[in-house]
């Protein structure tokens, strides 16, 4: 009941801080600006203590241009007063060097936990291995980091690509033509598309006759299928599999714009609102592999916090995920 109690009064602040404020690339949020009021509950469970600095945790995210992430930071933030932290919140947009840049800044601030969202999984290991010898623990989320992380918390992205490969066969009886959207150098992604293909495997007629970089991106995704859909003609797609789900909307946009959404559905990853209320229409856009960045980077807050007192981690923590359809949809909360 303490911790239901606490963790309620984290979502009462968290409605103060706005969609607005995540569109900056550079968020602190410092425990003491909360309401006296609203820390009363975290002062009794003992989270916060009148003469004691708070931890400052720092968090460099791919981008707050994507829903999940700025869900993401949202949960940080909540994180962070559930520790009584303060929290810098930091977006790479898109920029493997911009996000060394912000690891950086943060060992020279000597920050006391790091959580890295890596642009690129290989790219961050220097970075996270300069931390690591500044003594400040690292906790990739949502994809691994090279480099020597204390311990990796993600969605079971493998099973994500698992369950809409899956539906892919099952919809399409077996046999039919995939484009496939990939993402970024991420192991998120990767994942996915692992499952995806092991999903595919023992049906040899389904064909991936497509496979394109969509960069995670909307837009991207929307010249990029616009391509596609140039190449390969009436009858030659049956589905779009999309490794998240704003690539996904941008495949859907694109087909709509073509006047060809009718011959082919599409599926996405994330569970994201966009794709949701996409899905509530009954249109292309049928199914996605739903994550919940929310919960996510609340694990990896409590993650830092075990390291922090030297406790030993699991090296890799997974978040099941669920397939969220048109038959389902109205059942799912969302973020």
């Known amino acids: 009941m303490k911790s239901m109690k606490a963790l309620s009064f984290a979502w009462a602040a968290l409605a103060l801080i706005t969609l607005t404020s995540c569109s900056s690339t550079h ?15 975290f002062a009794t469970e003992k989270a916060v203590t009148a003469n004691r600095t708070p931890v400052v945790v720092g968090l460099t995210l791919q981008n707050l241009s994507n829903p999940f992430f700025v869900a993401m930071s949202k949960g940080a933030t909540a994180g962070a007063m559930l520790h009584g932290a303060d929290v810098i919140i930091e977006s790479a947009e898109g ?22 969202n890596a642009v690129d999984s290989k790219g961050i290991s220097s970075a996270v291995s300069r931390a690591k010898e500044a003594g400040i623990p690292v906790i990739a989320v949502d994809v ?56 595919i495997k023992g049906s040899p007629g389904i064909k991936v006759v ?5 960069r995670g991106s909307r837009e991207v995704t929307v010249s990029m299928m616009e391509n596609i859909l140039q190449t ?27 006047g060809r ?35 996510m ?35 799912y909360k969302g973020w």
């Open 297 to 331: 980077i609340k694990i990896a807050m409590d993650e830092g916090f075990k390291a922090l007192k030297g406790d030993k981690l699991e090296p890799l923590i997974k978040i099941p995920v669920d397939l969220i359809t048109e038959d389902n949809v109205g059942g």
């Open 232 to 258: 390969y003609k009436k009858g030659e797609i049956d589905a779009v599999f999309a490794t998240n789900d704003p690539s996904g909307v941008g495949a859907t946009i694109a087909a709509e714009q073509a």
């Open 27 to 41: 968020l602190t949020m410092p425990a003491q600006i909360i309401a006296e009021a609203t820390l009363m509950p």
């Open 144 to 199: 691994s980091a090279d480099g020597g992380v204390n311990t990796v918390v993600t969605s079971d992205n493998y099973l994500a690509g698992k369950l809409a490969g899956e539906y892919i066969v099952k919809r399409l009886h077996g046999k039919g033509n995939v484009a496939v959207i990939d993402g970024p150098p991420v192991s998120a992604v990767t994942d996915r598309i692992s499952g995806f293909e092991e999903a």
């Open 210 to 214: 497509a496979k394109e970089n969509g």
């Open 261 to 295: 959404d009718q011959e082919m559905f599409i599926i996405g990853v994330d569970g994201a609102p966009d794709a949701i209320n996409v899905i509530k229409e009954n249109k292309s856009f049928v199914a996605t592999s739903a994550q919940y960045p929310f919960e």
């Open 95 to 116: 920029d493997l060097n911009k996000q060394i840049a912000q690891m950086n800044d943060f060992i020279t601030n000597k920050v006391n936990i790091i959580l890295v």
